[in-house]
């Protein structure tokens, strides 16, 4: 009998798993942020949106235009600077 075979998937060392989020997408109150609830982080996670990426590369000595930059290759639709996507 053959013995079942264990796949193993590894996770790039600083891989980061990004949701973009647009401006319309939370909501402020009193000087707080309200993140999206369950179903609305669903909705954002559907591939047609553009916001989520898996095995997004970081590392610890990334300064924050180097971070930027990196965003920007990942989701090159979105605008960081507004919060816009582009093809919306």
């Known amino acids: 009998m053959e013995q079942p075979v264990d796949v193993v998937v590894k996770k790039h060392k600083g891989s980061r798993t990004v ?25 954002i996670k559907k591939p047609n949106r553009g916001q989520y990426k898996k095995n997004v590369q970081f590392s610890k000595n990334m300064d924050e235009d180097m971070v930027k930059c990196q965003l920007q290759e990942a989701f090159p639709t979105f605008d960081l600077e507004n919060g816009r996507c582009g093809n919306f």
């Open 19 to 43: 949701i973009l989020l647009k401006n319309d997408d939370y909501r402020r109150q009193n000087e707080k942020v309200y993140l999206p609830t369950t179903i609305e982080m669903a909705q």
